[in-house]
């Protein structure tokens, strides 16, 4: 299998699989469709696939890459013309309040390496008051999980928690031949747009994220076994929810509410 691009041999350990297919490229450009005065925003530009389109749009990228080398290569691309920012950085340590300017919230993207992309939605998530849109690249398993709904297989904590922050739009499937090397899944572009307000109230996301798990963590049992540790069958009835059900019958409303319930007791 080919691992060189360009001349740099994919790192494995960086979540390396460079986009090679122009079409699928342009899909991507379009989608994310950035304007002139815009905050944009790359993580992992890599060889520069979605960096080298979206410049010839705009003025001013940033992007975060953590390989020293590419972010080498891209320092002296001929074609940037001083447009990019780089921040040589793993993305999960950087604090993205800086970047974001009142008047012109973030716009993020990127073809994320998969083995960190839950991780990287993860810490963008606690910006999201600062963000106007995300478009990732990502394990098509992985969107379908972001944007299954109750009684769907797929549906889990990464379904509730996204759900929580973002309005979730598939935008495109993505072959593995549209990479280089090409990686063993499927891939399929998101969108995400973090609410302006919160669908459901919650007092303590912390307290969302642990009931979720747990509850999906033991996914086959009903509610009343798999939550035992943090809210009784009594507590469920009065919550209005008959205790046999299953964690993937509940809505994320459903979900607020009881971690609400726990929240209020558990101090
Ligand atoms: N955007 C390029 C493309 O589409 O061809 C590369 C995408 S590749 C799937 C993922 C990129 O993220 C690589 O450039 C990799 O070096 C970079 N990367 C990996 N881990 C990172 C991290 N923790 N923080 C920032 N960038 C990272």
Redesign the pocket.
């Known amino acids: 299998m080919n691992k060189t691009h360009l001349g740099h041999t994919a ?1 494995k350990r ?6 090679n297919d122009t079409f699928v490229i342009e899909q991507i450009v379009d989608a994310i469709n950035p304007q002139n005065g815009e905050n944009l925003l790359e ?5 520069g ?2 960096t080298d389109p979206v410049c010839e749009r705009v003025d001013a990228l940033t992007v ?4 020293r080398d ?1 972010a080498e290569r891209l320092r002296h691309h001929p074609f940037h013309g001083g447009k990019l920012t780089i921040i040589e950085q ?3 340590t950087v604090d993205f309040t800086p970047l974001a300017k009142d008047d012109a919230p973030l716009r993020v993207f ?4 998969y083995n ?1 992309s839950t991780p990287i939605m993860f810490h963008l998530f606690k910006y999201a008051h600062l963000i106007r849109d995300m478009h990732f690249m990502l394990q098509k398993e992985v969107v379908n999980r972001l944007a299954a709904s109750p009684g769907n297989k797929n549906y889990g904590r990464l379904s509730i928690m996204t759900q929580y922050y973002c309005q979730v739009q598939p935008v495109l499937n993505v072959p593995p031949g549209a990479f280089v090397p090409p990686p063993k899944v499927d891939s399929a572009v998101v969108r995400l747009a973090p609410h302006k307000q919160p669908p459901v109230d919650v007092a303590d996301v912390k307290v969302l994220e642990r009931v979720s798990t747990m509850a999906f963590n033991q996914r086959r049992k009903t509610i009343r076994n798999s939550l035992k540790e943090c809210i009784s069958e009594t507590q469920l009835l009065e919550l209005g929810l008959d205790p046999v059900r299953r964690a993937e019958t509940l809505s994320l409303e459903d979900f607020a509410n009881i971690a609400n319930w726990v929240h209020k007791h558990d101090s």
């Not at 960086?14 to 986009?19: H, K, P, V, W, Y």
């Not at 975060?64 to 390989?67: G, P, Y």
Request: no cysteine.
């Open positions: 790192r960086f979540g390396q699989n460079f986009l993580i992992g530009p890599g060889l696939a979605l975060i890459e953590l390989d590419l793993d993305a999960l990127g073809n994320l390496p960190i």
